[in-house]
C-alpha cells in the first residue's frame, strides 16, 4: 500500500470537529476569565475590609455580607460575577465602573443606530457582530422608551428667538384600528431662524388635516414661544390658511407652488401638462411681482385659447396665492415658493416607517416619526446656515410687520 493510500485512510478514520473544538476552548477561556476577574473582586474586598475572609485581624475595617451576581460581557464572551457586599460601605470596583461605562456606551449606540432608521431586527444583527452578545429585542423596546420619555420633552420644550420662515404639512401614516388599517395624520413645521438655521417646531397627531387641527397645532406652537413669523409656506390644506389667520394674523400665506400646479394639472390633458408646465414655470420666473402679475394673465389668456377654461379659471383665482415670495430677499425666493424643504424630512419619515407598515397605535407612530425628526435635528441639517437672514433685516419692516 502506498504512502497516499495510507493518508486517505487515516483521514477516514480522525475526524476533527472544528465547531466541538472552538467551543471547547471558548468554555475554557471564559472560565478562566471568569475566576480571574472573581479572584479580583475578592481581593479588592479584601483590601477594603482590612482582612481576609474569616480572618482575625485587629486592622479589620469591615465585614463581608456575602455578594450578588452580575454578568458581564467581555471578549471571551459572558461571564458570571460575584460581587461581594460589605457591611459598611459601598463596594466600589474599577471593573464594575468600566462595565457602567461599556454598558452606557453600548445603550447609547443602540440609540443612535434606531434613530438614524436601523430596524430591530438589524439592531440584533449589528450588536451580536460587534460584541458578541445578541441584544433581544425586549432590550431594544426597554431602550425606546428611554428614547421616547426625552423625545416627549424635546417635544414640548420653549421654541426660542424668532422664526421668520416657518414651513408646514401633514404627512399621513397607517395605524391598526379593531382589525382595520385606519389613516392617521401627523402635522410638522420647521421654521428658519433670525440667524438663518432650521430648528425643527413640532410634531403632533392630527385626527386629520382639518381647521381643527391646524388651530390646535398652532396654538400649541405659540404658547411654546414660536414668534416672529412673517411668512407661512404651505400646501393648501383643508382649514390651515384659515388657522393662521387666526394665529398670525399679520404673517404672509405662500402657497406652494409645486402643489399649485399639482393642482391645476389636474384640469389639464396629458398631452398638454408639459407645455402647462413651461407656462406655469415662466410666471414664477419673473424678475418682480409686477412681471409676475403680467405673465399670469398672458397665461391665462393663452390657457382659455387652448380651450382649457377649468384651469384657466384655477389660476385667475389662485395664482396670487403663490406670490407672497416677492415681498422677501430675492436670494430667498427659491426657498420659499416651494415646500420641498419640508417635503424632504417628509421622505426622511417614511423611509424610517416604511418597515413598520401599520402601526398598532397612533402614539407608536408619532413617536417614531418624532424620533427620526429629532435624530435629523442633532446633524448637520440643523447646525450649517441654511439662509443670510442680514437681507431680510435690510428690507423695510414697515411694509412687513412681524407678530409679536
Not at 421654541?159 to 421668520?164: N, R
Request: hydrophobic share 40%.
Amino acid at each position: 500500500m502506498d504512502d497516499d493510500s495510507k493518508t486517505t485512510e487515516l483521514s477516514n478514520v480522525i475526524q476533527i470537529d472544528d465547531d466541538r473544538i472552538q467551543d471547547h476552548l471558548g468554555r475554557v477561556v471564559r472560565s478562566t476569565v471568569e475566576e480571574t476577574l472573581n479572584a479580583l473582586l475578592d481581593a479588592e474586598a479584601e483590601s477594603l475590609a482590612g482582612a481576609g475572609r474569616y480572618e482575625r485581624s485587629e486592622g479589620r475595617r469591615d465585614y463581608r455580607a456575602g455578594h450578588r451576581e452580575r454578568k458581564l460581557h467581555t471578549l471571551a464572551g459572558e461571564v458570571n460575577l460575584k460581587v461581594p457586599k460589605l457591611r459598611k460601605q459601598a463596594f466600589e470596583t474599577a471593573i464594575i465602573e468600566r462595565y457602567r461605562r461599556r454598558e452606557a456606551s453600548v445603550e447609547e449606540a443602540l440609540m443612535e443606530m434606531y434613530l438614524a432608521g436601523v430596524s430591530v431586527r438589524r439592531v440584533e444583527d449589528i450588536t451580536e457582530a460587534l460584541w458578541g452578545t445578541r441584544v433581544s429585542a425586549g432590550t431594544v423596546s426597554n431602550l425606546n422608551k428611554k428614547i421616547y420619555a426625552k423625545i416627549e420633552v424635546w417635544r414640548n420644550q420653549p421654541i426660542m428667538g424668532e422664526h421668520p420662515y416657518v414651513y408646514l404639512d401633514g404627512i399621513v401614516m397607517k395605524r391598526s384600528w379593531a382589525g382595520e388599517v385606519r389613516n392617521v395624520s401627523l402635522l410638522v413645521a420647521f421654521g428658519v431662524n433670525g440667524d438663518g438655521f432650521r430648528e425643527i417646531l413640532g410634531i403632533v397627531e392630527g385626527a386629520k388635516e382639518d381647521k381643527a387641527g391646524w388651530s390646535s397645532f398652532l396654538k400649541h406652537r405659540k404658547q411654546r414661544g414660536l414668534k416672529g413669523v412673517q411668512l407661512i409656506i404651505s400646501d393648501a390644506c383643508l382649514g390651515l390658511v384659515e388657522s393662521v389667520g387666526d394665529f398670525y394674523p399679520d404673517a404672509r400665506w405662500q402657497r406652494c407652488t409645486v402643489h399649485f400646479y399639482r393642482n391645476v394639472f389636474s384640469h389639464v390633458p396629458s398631452t398638454k401638462v408639459r407645455d402647462v408646465a413651461h407656462m406655469l414655470k415662466a410666471i414664477h420666473a419673473s424678475e418682480d411681482r409686477a412681471a409676475a402679475d403680467a405673465k399670469a394673465g398672458e397665461v391665462i389668456a393663452k390657457l382659455k385659447s387652448l380651450r382649457l377654461g377649468k384651469a384657466a379659471e384655477l389660476v385667475t383665482d389662485s395664482i396670487a396665492e403663490t406670490f407672497a415670495y416677492y415681498a422677501f430677499p430675492d436670494q430667498h425666493w427659491i426657498k420659499l415658493r416651494t415646500n420641498n424643504p419640508l417635503e424632504r424630512l417628509m421622505r426622511e419619515i417614511r423611509r424610517r416607517t416604511r418597515v413598520v407598515g401599520a402601526f398598532p397605535d397612533a402614539q407608536s407612530c408619532l413617536n417614531l416619526a418624532a424620533a427620526r425628526l429629532r435624530h435629523i435635528a442633532g446633524t448637520k441639517w440643523s447646525s450649517r446656515r441654511y439662509m443670510n437672514m442680514d437681507l431680510l433685516k435690510q428690507i423695510d419692516t414697515e411694509a412687513r410687520p412681524a407678530t409679536a
